[in-house]
């Protein structure tokens, strides 16, 4: 766990340089300013008792940082995603829980400054504060060395989650995606053929899609819902293909 040196005076020197530049060097951004970094570490908690400015100003300014570069990385990574299929995958990424996990990878909550009060509570360990100093570090390096260096340090700690939230079907609406991607290229309709096998409690559903008379994709599910899903998911990867165009996981990541 990192040394704290507490001032009665002042907040300052309150976490050694060197267990800073630890950090720095394990969330990837050398700081040319060490005292900002440390500014994020403070909790309110912390400040009521020892002085200085706490990390609230940070977070504030890194949950829009934060927002932007994910929002960004998706809108480009996934050019066919609808408006609302993106807002899922920001709301999923930036979400306290998943930053809360960031935090544990990071060791984050070691280095938190926290006030009598919250230490004795398990203030570390919780995730309202951890994921709050994340979006504090995240504005930290925000206005240590500007958007570029802040950006990479989100898809650093992000983009992996943003993969797995576009691509593991929770969010994805393969069938708006389908509908959009038919519509500006060829104009046909759409239509889903379904069939079912088994009994009542425990039926098997199929799907399959056409383009205009043409089967275009099929997919299986526990509900019509996911069979359609997965069948407009599979003809979407074959017009793609056919189309010798990228997929998602060929798709730009800048």
């Known amino acids: 766990m990192p040394s704290t040196t507490l001032s009665d005076a002042s907040a300052e020197c309150a976490v050694a340089s060197t267990d800073l530049e630890a950090f720095s060097e394990s969330l990837g951004h050398r700081f040319g300013d060490l005292s900002i970094l440390e500014q994020a570490f403070r909790h309110r908690s912390w400040c009521g008792e020892h002085g200085g400015p706490s990390n609230e100003r940070l977070e504030f300014l890194g ?11 998706a809108y480009h990574r996934y050019p066919d995603l609808p408006e609302g299929a993106l807002a899922k995958i920001r ?13 544990t990878e990071l060791g984050l909550g070691a280095y938190l400054l926290l006030g009598r009060g919250e230490q004795s509570t398990g203030g570390r360990s919780k995730a309202s504060i951890v994921a709050d100093a994340v979006e504090a570090v995240i504005g930290a390096v925000y206005v240590d060395a500007g958007w570029e260096a802040a950006r990479s340090v989100v898809l650093n700690l992000v983009q992996d989650r943003v993969v ?15 509908q959009e991607l038919v519509a500006r290229s060829s104009g046909h309709s759409l239509r889903y053929e379904m069939t079912e096998d088994g009994p009542d409690h425990d ?46 996981v060929d798709a730009r990541t800048t």
């Open 63 to 73: 949950d829009s940082v934060l927002g932007l570069a994910v929002t960004d990385f």
């Open 91 to 103: 709301a999923s990424v930036v979400s306290s829980a998943s930053l809360a996990v960031v935090a």
């Open 164 to 178: 797995r939230a576009a691509e593991g079907g929770a969010v994805l609406d393969h069938k708006t995606r389908l």
């Open 203 to 248: 039926k098997d559903f199929v799907a399959n899609v056409l383009v205009g008379e043409e089967p275009m994709g099929t997919g299986t599910g526990k509900s019509k819902k996911q069979a359609q899903q997965a069948a407009a998911g599979d003809a979407w990867a074959r017009l793609v293909r056919d189309r010798g165009e990228r997929t998602d």
